[in-house]
């Protein structure tokens, strides 16, 4: 978990059509990552 105000490391993730992104290129921009569970798990 990071805290409040630590840089978020590099990371690369497809988007919703698949596209690969990575953080470096969204410098300079608010960035906000939602994740949630698998469907049907606990938690």
């Known amino acids: ?3 409040p105000g630590t840089t978020a ?7 919703q ?3 690969r992104i990575r953080l470096a290129d ?3 921009s608010w960035v906000l ?3 949630y569970p698998k469907a049907s798990t606990p938690g």
């Open 1 to 3: 978990m990071l805290l």
């Open 9 to 15: 490391p590099d990371f690369d993730l497809p988007d």
């Open 33 to 35: 990552l939602w994740w």
């Open 26 to 28: 969204l410098g300079g």
């Open 17 to 19: 059509q698949g596209a």
